[in-house]
């Protein structure tokens, strides 16, 4: 089985501090993603890695970063946390061939940020 | 702008009724079509998908969705509910010609089952 772990369940940041978010998955994927998750909106893109040291900016990138040193770590960094990054982060993987798009999930991290 | 809609926030059948979540799309050309499931605080599972073929997909737990590509819908249905199925589905495409195979994802739909 396909297995995507995050670093953390929950966290609990203060607005200003830098906020690392790992990921890990076991499939030798060449895609990784990452995902905010917000009631109403559904999932957005922030960024997104086809490749080691491969990143493409999603669809709301600002106030993001993210770092792919080894195939199977994607790293989400919030340089300086703002209350209205307090959601709840996806990471997922798909091979970059295979699966035509189907993607695996972590079970995700609710990061509060007071 | 390519977008997926799921116009209903939340669904309510009762347990043993058939039950339908919707899903409509806007993407050109013929993308790939998928549903999610999310039970409470966990991450997405992957539940069906369609390619190409049969307009009828059988996925896992039961659901199968219809694509229909003149009314660009992807609707899920389950013949007879369980009150396990109570959880967020998602509906998402992933654009033609698209090599990252991004998804673009739907808002969400609630399926609460009652007994």
């Known amino acids: 089985d396909v297995k995507v772990t995050q670093s953390s369940r929950y966290l609990v940041k203060r607005t200003g501090e830098k906020v690392f978010l790992e990921c890990v998955q076991d499939m030798d994927h060449e895609n990784m993603f990452w995902y905010r998750q917000d009631p109403g909106l559904g999932l957005r893109l922030i960024y997104f890695s086809y490749d080691v040291k491969m990143k493409e900016k999603g669809d709301i990138p600002e106030g993001y970063s993210v770092s792919r040193e080894k195939k199977e770590r994607f790293s989400l960094i919030l340089e300086s946390a703002s209350t209205n990054q307090t959601s709840m982060y996806l990471c997922?993987?798909?091979?970059?061939?295979?699966?035509?798009?189907?993607?695996?999930f972590g079970p995700g991290t609710r990061l509060t940020v007071t | 702008a390519q977008s997926v809609a799921q116009p209903e926030d939340q669904v309510n059948v009762a347990e043993g009724n058939p039950l339908t979540v919707k899903c409509t799309y806007s993407v050109s050309g013929n993308p790939y079509l998928f549903w999610y499931v999310q039970y409470p605080n966990r991450g997405l599972q992957f539940l069906l998908k369609y390619i190409t073929g049969d307009n009828l997909v059988k996925g896992s737990y039961g659901f199968e969705a219809e694509f229909n590509k003149s009314q660009t819908s992807f609707h899920l249905k389950k013949p007879s509910a369980l009150v396990s199925d109570s959880a967020l589905y998602f509906c998402?495409?992933?654009?033609?010609?698209?090599?990252?195979?991004?998804?673009?994802f739907g808002s969400g739909t609630r399926l609460l089952v009652r007994p």
């Open positions: 997922a993987s798909s091979p970059l061939r295979g699966g035509l798009g189907e993607q695996y």
């Open positions: 998402a495409v992933s654009p033609p010609m698209d090599s990252s195979y991004k998804l673009i």
